[in-house]
């Protein structure tokens, strides 16, 4: 059973960058052609792809976002990052972890089958 948990902080000021991890278990993040996502949903919104790191380490981002958002991986410990710099209240979101495999369309939900509980953060002085 794949499993993908959230982990980072739940409230961060304005300005200050966020970062989250994304803990996989039951699957290997360099598994060939599978890719591993980050999206959120704003309060009242719909879902937001934000980026992935595809298994040979490579990574795409959501043009909307690409200039504060990096995501890298650690193998060795099996998970990967997300860090969003510039933080604003418009920010605030349920930030998930996704995987995607078989039929992946990238920044689609095309292919994406694994999804961790999302985690809320809250960016707020």
Not at 60 to 80: G, H, V
Not at 103 to 112: E, Y
């Amino acid at each position: 059973q794949v499993q993908l948990v959230e982990s980072g902080p739940d409230l961060v000021k304005p300005s200050q960058t966020l970062t989250l991890t994304c803990g996989v278990s039951g699957d290997s993040i360099t598994t060939r052609y599978q890719y591993w996502n980050w999206i959120r949903q704003s309060p009242g919104k719909g879902l937001e792809w934000i980026g992935c790191i595809a298994y040979d380490g490579k990574t795409f981002y959501a043009p909307s976002l690409e200039s504060r958002t990096a995501i890298s991986r650690d193998a060795p410990k099996n998970q990967f990052s997300l860090e969003l710099t510039s933080l604003t209240p418009e920010d605030t979101a349920v930030y998930y972890c996704v995987r995607s495999s078989n039929g992946v369309v990238i920044g689609t939900k095309d292919g994406m089958d694994y999804w961790g509980k999302g985690r809320l953060v809250t960016v707020s002085s």
